[in-house]
Nanobody, 126 residues
Framework: QVQLVESGGGLVQAGDSLRLSCAAS????????MGWFRQTPGKEREFVAG????????NSADAVKGRFTISRDNAKSMVYLEMNSLKPEDTAVYYC???????????????????WGQGTQVTVSS
């Protein structure tokens, strides 16, 4: 089993930055793709960014390209999401996720990820 715990969310103003962290524990996660998703009430969970097992490749949604950066530190079992130039439409609960099935691909569909954190709220005011 793997436990994922997100932190770093909060209330910020448009244009501000936040850094989300995801701490993994339990089984080693350094060999697997990890990602960040977000969800707002009444909507499906949507892909934000993903990173391959060694950080060699990343992918991000068009809505956040150029503003959000995903990274990982396998020695610390941590994944990060650096969010800059935040907009009110970025307001959501952000989830960290791990995929056992993928190492060099970055799925953008939520059901390709088997483990999820509890989420951290990000609220961006205008």
């Amino acid at each position: 089993q793997v436990q994922l715990v997100e932190s770093g969310g909060g209330l910020v103003q448009a244009g501000d930055s936040l850094r989300l962290s995801c701490a993994a524990s339990g089984r080693p996660v350094h060999s697997y793709t990890m990602g960040w998703f977000r969800q707002t009430p009444g909507k499906e969970r949507e892909f934000v960014a993903g990173i391959t097992w060694n950080g060699g490749r990343t992918n991000s949604a068009d809505a956040v390209k150029g503003r959000f950066t995903i990274s990982r530190d396998n020695a610390k079992s941590m994944v990060y999401l650096e969010m800059n130039s935040l907009k009110p439409e970025d307001t959501a609960v952000y989830y960290c996720a791990l995929s056992w099935k993928w190492q060099v691909a970055i799925p953008i569909i939520a059901n390709e990820y088997e483990y999820w954190g509890q989420g951290t709220q990000v609220t961006v005011s205008s």
